[in-house]
């Protein structure tokens, strides 16, 4: 799959029709994933989307504004305390508590799941996509540049915190937050084939937060995108550089 084919659309889609559902998103940042939920649930949906993080919604405010559907309440929280305004959401009202590439960055995520399932209604669905990269990078041909770029990130995760066997722990993080654990499934995140979300892109997106951390310098970062492009010329490569999990539980019951 590539980096950013949100594999957690794909397997909220096999729950069929989705438009007028009610979801909560957490952590939405730039609200990338927000915009393919708008769609997916239409007119008469509504999207509650979570960030702590006040210039990445204003750029997903932004964005949404030239959006067909009127759909979406951005809100400004730390989602271990949310919600600020309560009048956004009452209790056992919404489908789905939807996130992607969040529970990795909160201490204690089944505690954080288990406070926002009480807005699910019974039946209620939590899914979720994380990474994992502990057992990759693998490829056949050797590409020095894409390792370097794949430990540089992997180098800032583990020194933002970031739980980076997330992927793997969501089957037990479900279980520990009281959902009734239902499925998991893994996919590989394949660089440099084509049309693909690549490393270089990636790297240079996070070129402030390396550069702060003191992992690289702005050169560093102009050379490797150098050579991750060259690398990536040959479209016969095939590079796994992360891990995407998705996995979803239900709300059996309302206490
Ligand atoms: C890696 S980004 C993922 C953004 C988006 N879900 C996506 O997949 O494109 C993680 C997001 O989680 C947000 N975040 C991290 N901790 C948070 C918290 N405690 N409360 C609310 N948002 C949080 C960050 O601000 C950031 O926007």
Redesign the pocket.
């Known amino acids: 799959m590539k980096r ?1 084919d ?1 594999m957690l659309i794909r397997h909220l889609s096999n729950f069929g029709i989705l438009s007028g559902a009610k979801i909560i ?9 927000t915009r393919q939920l708008s769609d997916l649930v239409g007119s008469e949906g509504i999207i509650v989307a ?4 006040g210039k ?1 919604l204003e750029v997903a405010q932004s964005k949404i504004n030239t959006f067909k559907y009127n759909n979406v309440q951005f809100v400004e ?4 305390s ?1 919600p600020v305004d309560m009048s956004l959401t009452e209790e056992n009202s919404f489908d789905f508590l939807i ?4 529970l ?3 201490a204690t995520p089944s505690t ?1 799941i288990k406070d926002l399932s009480k807005y699910l209604k019974k039946d209620g669905i939590a899914m979720f ?1 994380e990474s994992d990269p502990t057992i990759v990078p693998a490829s056949i041909t050797p590409m020095p540049a894409h390792d370097k770029a794949v430990e540089l990130i992997r180098t800032m995760l583990k020194a933002e915190c970031a739980h980076m066997t997330m992927g793997f722990n969501l089957p037990k993080t479900l279980i520990n937050s009281g959902l009734e654990f239902k499925q998991v499934y893994a996919e590989a995140v394949i660089q440099g084939q084509g049309e693909q979300y690549i490393l270089s892109d990636m790297i240079k997106l996070l070129t402030h937060r390396l550069v702060d951390k003191g992992l690289a310098t702005q050169l560093d970062i102009i050379n490797l995108i150098e050579n991750l492009i060259d690398e990536s010329h040959d479209k016969s490569n095939v590079y796994i550089s992360d891990m995407s999990f998705c996995a979803w539980a239900k709300k059996c019951s309302i206490s």
Do not use: P
């Not at 998103?25 to 994933?33: K, M, P, Q, V």
């Not at 979570?50 to 993080?53: A, K, R």
């Not at 929280?77 to 271990?80: A, F, G, K, V």
């Open positions: 950013n949100s998103e957490i952590g939405c940042g730039n609200g990338e994933l979570v960030d702590n993080n990445a929280s730390d989602i271990t949310f996130g992607r590439r969040i990795m960055y909160l954080v996509q």
